[in-house]
Every structure is written in C-alpha cells, then in structure tokens.
C-alpha cells in the first residue's frame, strides 16, 4: 500500500541552520499522526515542506506515490491549518470556507453548497455571514476546519491547531477532531509540543528533537519503551537514573548500586533507568524489600494535588519523584521519613542516553 | 493603549495650561487666516466688515486658476504613479529577497532625508543638462514644465508611500498568503484576493500622502518648472514675496480648505486600517 | 516499530538544485517588482546626486554659465569665507533653538497626551495630526499677517500701551514659524515613546521613595530618550533646510543656509558653488539620520 506521505532522507537547511536533518518518515492513509517536539525541533518546517510551503533541501518526498518535492503548495492535494488559523479577515466565513473552491474553478452555486455542507458539519450553521474578528477562538478553529476539509484534500496538515485555545475548549476540541478524522477517513497529520495532546490524540507520533527524528511509534509504545533518554523525559514525567549496563539483566548506578533491568545494549553502555512517578511505591524502610528493585532515600517534600500526592524522594545524589494516587486508608509520609522507593522489574525502561 | 500616571499639584496644572496653550498655538493663526479672508479691508489683518470680494477675485484671475487647475493635474497624475510604483517597491521589499535589495533598500529612503533645496538643485540640473542632451542628439526643444515638475515629485513620492504600505504589509500576518496558495491560489491570485485587500488602507494613506506633498510643494517645483507655467503653492509664494493682498487670504484659505479634506479622508483611511 | 530505519539509499529526487531554483525565481520575481522604481530612482535621482557633485567641482565663468572642464576646490574653500561661515553657523544655530523649543513645549504636551482617557487621546491626536497635514505655506502665511504691521498682534501691543513690535522679518518671527511648522513632528515620536512606557514604572520609582522629579529624571526621560532623539532630528534637519519659512518670516539680515543655496542659482548665477552648498547640506542630514537609525528609530 502507498504511503499517504512519505519523506525519504529529506533534508532543509535555512543558510547554515540545518532545521530538518536527514528525515525518513512514512505516514499512512487514514491515520491520525501526531508529530510532536520542543519548539524549534522541525516539526513545523517538516509540516510546511509537506504543504509546499518550504521546498526540502535535499530528499524525496511524495504524496500517494507522487513526488512533490518542488511542486507549488496550490497545486498539491494537501489542506493546512494554521497555528493562528489564517482566516481572511476581510471575507465572511461562507467566502473563507468556499475560497480554496472559487480558486479551483469550482461554479458559484456549488461553491456556495459544498461551503454550506461544511459549516454545517462544522456545527457553525447561521453564523456563515460574519466575519472571523465576530467570533470565538474556537469558532474560528472550526472556520479553519472547514476551510481545508471542504476541498476534500488527500491530507490534512494541522501546525499546533489548538495552541491558541483555553485549556477546557482544547480538550472538547481534541475529541471532536478526532471524531472528525475518523468521519472524513482522510489521515490528519498534526504538530504540537503538547505531549499529553499528542498521546490522546494520535494513532502514531513521530518525535523530533533538533531536526532529528528520535522515534515513530504508537503512544503507548512511546510512553513505555521511549527510544531514548531525550524521549522519556520528554513524553510524561519520569525519574531518570544514570548508570551503565553489566548484563542483560543488570544496571548498574552511578553510586554502585545494582538494579535488575532487561535490556539489549552492549555491557558498559551509558543508559539510564527511566522509572516513572506512577510506577514506583513508597513505604517505610525494611529489610525486606528486593534491593534489585528498590532504593533508599528519605522524603524532602509533598505536593498535594488533590488526587494524588507527589512525593520528592532524596537518594543519595538526586531526588526522585513518586506519585501516590489519593486512596482511603493510604499511608502518609512526613517529610524526613526515612523510605524505601520500589518497583516492578518489568515496570521500567532503560534508555539509551 | 495603557494610560500614563498623571501627576499632582501644580505640575498636572502646568501640564493641562501647556495642552491648551498648544491648541491655541496651532489653531489660533489658521482661525484668523480664515477670518481675515472674508474681512472688506485692502489691508490684510484689519477687519473691516464681511465680504466675499477676495474670493471672487480669486475665481475672477485666471492665472490663479490656471495655476489650481495645474496643480491638481500635476498631483492626479504623481499620486497614480508614485502609488503603482510605491506599492510595488513595499511588495518586493517586503516579501522578497532579490540581489541589490540593501542597495535598493537603502536609495528608497534617499528622496525622504535630502532636505528639499537640495533635491530641487539636483533635479534642475539634471533636467538642464537632459534637455540639452536631447537638443544636441535629436533637435528636441523640450521646455520644462508640466512633464519635468510631475517626474520630480514622483522622485520623492515612490519612497514616502512605500514607506507607508510597507508598514502596512509588514503589519498584515504572512499567514494569510501562505493559506491562499495553500487553498489553490496562484501567486496572482493570491495577491488580488487576500494581500490587496489587505493593504488598501496603506495604498490610500500613501495615495492621500503623495497627493498631499504634491499640492503642497514650492521649492522643487519651483526650481523644475518652466516659463509661463506654475503651479498654485508657487503662484501663492510668488505674491507673498510681493506683498502681501487679500487675495492671499483666500486663496490660502482655498488651499486650507483642500488639505483639510485630504485630512477627513486620511482619517477615514486610518479608521479602515485600524478595523482591518 | 521504534527504531527509526537508516536514511534510505534510494535515488534522493529533490536536490539542492532543485531548492535553489525555486529560490531563484522567487527572487527574480522580487527583483521585477522592485525595477521600475529602482530604474526611476536612478535615473531621476542618482545621477542628478552625480551631476550635483560634478558641479560643486566645477568653475563659474564670466558670463555665468558653468565651466565643466576645469576641476577644482574653489567652491569647498568659499565656505570657510567669513559670510558663507556666518550663515551656515546661523542655520545651524536657529535649527537648534527651533529644536531645543520644541521640545521644552513638546515633551509635556506628550505626556499629557499620554495621560488622557484613551478615547478623549485619539481626538486630541487628530487635532495634532491636521496642523501635520496642512499646507506648509499657508501655515507660515498666517503669521505673517499676525505679525504684519497692522496685524492683531500689533494692534494688541498697541491697545495695551506695550508699543510696536518689531518681530516680523527678524530671526525670532523665522524661529517663530519653524518651531510652529515643525512642532508636530517633535509631538508624534515623542508621544509614540512615552506612550509605550509601563505607568507602572513611574509608581514603582513613587513606591521606591523617588520624588515626582527624580522618577522624570531617571525613570521616564531615559525611557523616553529615543523619542526625544527621533523627534530632535526630525524638526533639526528640515529646519536646517529650511527655505520657505525665512522667505516668509525672515528678512536680509536672516539669510539662511536653504535660502543662500536657491540665491546661488536663481539670482547669483554661481551653480559651482550653490552646488558644493548643497552637498554640505545634504552631508549634515545624513549624518543625523545615521545618528537617529543609530539610537534605535525604524520609522521617519
């Protein structure tokens, strides 16, 4: 089956910044991909040069099986969102939403049908003779929408499409799109720095980091096995312990200590334990515990967060984070309580540094 | 728009005394151009009863006319084409990198610094020694006169209103293209659709500029014109220079009246500019 | 998968050349848009700059005509001759005090500006900006009726037992118009600049014991110091060209530098001269213009 987009060993450079660096990427139909980085990693550049926006330096890149690379953005099969939408503010919503038509050559009175059928879709029905500066973010954010999907592009590029929206609508809005994308059947390819945003709402994420791509894969795969060490730490909170790998089976800290850890790296690899908050255990300190999966320290601080409580551990040379969902019944640690932090062997991940 | 903390006491006394006597400064002397314009009195400054006798005079000498109607074609024409050309300078600075752009960049501001003695020696030996080139090459016994004064104002109007559309283009989000060639226009559609409209608020502020420093020029036009031909503020400053009349008065007046029009539409531009 | 595959090795379809093609026809495009004016400048401009400088090294003949073929410095070297040295230091002198007056009146006027009601503010700005857009001319006219002999001004003097003035044709009356035509430029960049600065740096100077003038002095002035210097060099260069306003206000005891350089080629027939003038002039505004870009103004 051809890729919906596919990017191979693409490369732009902006005079001597390298912005995207030696990409491999294939995005198939129908999928809901997110591609997700800190600001300036590429992800937005990697967008662009799929709109047509940017022409790649270097790589090929192609649409259904169609090579792109150079083609102007108006003659490719492809719809954008814009970050802050983009919306003409001299035309109306029904002008904004029929424009890509009326470039097309599309006639006036189905201009005028399809445009209508999209803003009803679009829920905006009534509101189609104002102009965008007369409505709400997230009104305007349906606009967009409406905008691209009414030319039934092959794909559809959306650049941070709810960064400019307030926390409660972001999250209506991540359900609806979604729900948009499966009614559409197109695949929706979309940039954001929003990791929790990434994993609700992708089928796959791709993770950039200095115009590199780290990893490609399903949130769950990227929540737990992160490719690396930048991958975890950025994807979700997590406690991160440097050491280096003795056997398959065995890590050993930076202070000595030996942690039972599987992992495939060659012995004496610099890795490090990525443990996250939610996965690790407190409880008062005992001889007991299996000291391949736990440590010691002591509690320096406790966040109240309602439902849970986060604990700041110190262990020797740093502190650790554990998370502690609010339970009847549960135990409560003062700060300067000496505790042990403790895991399941198979609840942790190593990570190449 | 945030609101400075006004002081107390006699400082916020002083400032308020300053504003008024400012608005007094500026408008007291137009008040009284206008009122001396309709004064029955040979010596300008006197009152001596109403009358329209000045501006009849106006309407009755043909050179006065002559030099109205000269200067609003000579403005038509260098607001038409300082605005097509101003416009595309802005487009090209503004949204394209090309060679020579710096260089280009920096000769656009040019015309707007030189103070306007010395623009106006420049051009009139330029235009002395043009005119001999063309008699000497082809026996063209060109005269200055409307030709050379309209060149010499859309020398310096190209820059002034590229400076106005360019803060205009600069203001309006890039996005706004990017999504019209992203929704299948071309590159000319692109710009009839969504840039123009975009701009035409600075297009008329620049259009109302060029217009203005038009009519309003003495010292340029006066160094480019030719015999027999001038324009209105040259005619004007030609009678000052003799003595002052009453007909001064009103034809001052006149000219008042024309910028203050150009003002109302330049604030209606403004208006639209804001709302867009 | 997790592991991202090496780059593959397959044929790469779009190359730098392909990148920089694109490029080029963007900028050839920009370039088509900027040749007309740039051609229009360069003919009616750049090298009428040239045929200025090629005459300021020229020699005046007998006749009045100008003599291209004998090159020299006669014409820089009349400069330092007492007249032209004397003038030139009175145009740069009234140039400074029109400057230096506008701004003691400007400054508080922006700040009380910049204290009004945002609505009431636009319209006083309006009634800023229709002095900025009226006639130059017309504008100077006015005062000298006001100033005439048998003006208000005098009839005022006269009624309340103060005699005669003798203001019009003298360097006060040119002053007195160059500040009156030039006092909304100094208005606008100054209100433009302390506008922008945050109220509440002036009640944290209060709160941090700083007297009404000490917090003026070291919290606004030096905050508002780029719209003093934009505003300075826009009233200080045209001042220091100014022609019509002495033509008007001044008499011959006021010739100024603008005025000298129009007598130099309409009646004293010595282009050479009137032509290295010119270029002096011109080199003086350049000079504050790079200050003004220097000290952070984008806009003239």
Known sequence: ????????????????????????????????????????????TTLRMIAGLEFPTQGSLSIFGEEVGTLAPNKRSVNT?????????????????????????????????????????????????RKPSQMSGGQQQRVALARALVNQPKVLL????????????????????????????????????????????????AVMHEGKLLQVATPEEIY?????????????????????????????????????????????????????????????????????????????????????????????????????????????????????????????????? | MSTAVEPRGWAKAALHVNGWLVYIFFYAPIALLVLFSFSDNRNVGIWGGFTLDWYQDFFDSSNARGALSNSVKIAIVVTIISVILGTMSALALERFTFRGKKVFDALLYLPII?????????????????????????????????????????????????????ARLSGMNTNLEEAAVDLYASRWKAFRHVTFPQIVPGIAGGALLAMTLSLDDVVITQFVTGPGWTTLPVYVFGLIRKGVTPLINSISVIMLLASMLLVVLSLFAERARRGG | MTVISEPSSESAEATPQFEKAAQRKESRRGFFLALPSYLYLIIFFVIPLAIVLVYSF??????????????????????????????????????????????????????????????????????????????????????????????????????LGLGTHELLFSQKAVVLGLVYGYLPFMILPLYAAIERIDGQLIEASRDLYGSGWQSFRNVLLPLSMPGVIAGSILVF????????????????????????????????????????????????????????????????
């Open chain 3, 58 to 159: 020229a020699t005046r003949n007998r006749f009045g005509g100008t003599d291209l073929s004998g090159w020299n410095f006669a014409s820089y070297e009349r400069i330092a001759e007492p007249i032209v040295r004397t003038i030139l230091f009175r145009s740069l002198w009234l140039a400074f005090l029109t400057t230096i007056i506008c701004l003691l009146i400007a400054y508080p006027f922006a700040y009380f500006l910049a204290t009004r009601r945002p609505a009431i503010r636009n319209v006083m700005l309006v009634f800023v900006m229709i002095p900025f857009w009226t006639n130059f001319l017309v504008r100077n006219f006015a005062w000298r009726v006001i100033l005439g002999n048998d003006g208000p001004l005098t009839k005022t003097t006269e009624f």
């Open chain 1, 81 to 129: 969102v814009f970050q802050n939408y983009a919306l003409f503010p001299h035309l109306t919503v029904l002008e904004n939403v029929g424009f890509g038509l009326k470039m097309q050559g599309v006639d006036k009175s189905e201009t005028r049908s399809r445009s209508m059928e999209m803003i009803e879709l679009v829920q905006l029905e009534g509101l189609e003779d």
């Open chain 3, 237 to 300: 260069i045209p001042s220091l060209g100014a022609y019509v306003t002495p033509e008007i206000l001044g008499g011959a005891k006021t010739t100024l530098l603008g005025s000298y350089i129009v007598t130099q080629f309409l009646t004293a027939r010595n282009w050479p001269f009137g032509a290295a003038l010119s270029f002096v002039l011109m080199a003086v505004m350049l000079v504050g213009t790079v200050i003004y870009f220097r000290k952070g103004g984008r806009t003239l």
């Open chain 2, 114 to 166: 030189i103070p306007d003695v010395t623009m106006a020696v420049m051009l009139l030996l330029f235009f002395g020694e043009f005119f001999d080139l063309l008699d000497m090459l082809f026996g063209l016994q060109l005269r200055k006169g409307f030709w050379s004064i309209t060149i010499s104002h859309i020398a310096f109007n190209i820059s002034f209103v590229s400076v106005i559309v360019r």
């Open chain 1, 224 to 353: 737990e096995t992160p490719a690396n060490r930048f991958v975890a730490d950025f994807i979700g909170r997590t406690n991160l312990l440097e050491g280096t790998v003795s056997d398959s089976e065995t890590v050993i800290l930076t202070n000595g200590t030996p942690i039972r850890a599987h992992s495939n790296f060659a012995a004496g690899t610099r890795v490090s334990i990525s443990i996250r908050p939610e996965r690790a255990k407190i409880s008062q300190q005992n001889e007991d515990g299996n000291p391949l999966s736990s440590v010691n320290g002591t509690v320096e601080t406790i966040t109240y967060l309602g439902n849970a409580r986060v604990y700041g551990v110190k262990f020797t040379w740093m502190s650790l984070e554990v998370r502690e969902e609010n339970r009847p019944g549960i135990e409560l640690y003062e700060p300067g309580t000496p505790i042990t932090v403790s895991w399941d062997h198979d609840a942790i991940s190593v990570v190449a540094d």
């Open chain 1, 1 to 44: 089956m051809t890729a919906a987009v596919e990017l191979k060993a693409i490369t732009k450079k902006f005079g001597d910044v390298v912005a995207v660096d030696n990409v491999d990427l294939a995005i198939e139909d129908g999928e809901f991909f997110a591609m997700l980085g800190p600001s300036g990693c590429g992800k937005t």
């Open chain 1, 158 to 205: 959306l650049d941070e499409p709810l960064g400019a929206l307030d926390q409660k609508l972001r999250q209506e809005m991540q359900l609806e799109l979604k729900k948009l994308q499966r009614d559409v059947g197109i695949s929706f390819v979309f940039v954001t720095h929003d990791q929790e945003e990434a994993l609700t709402m992708s089928d796959r994420i």
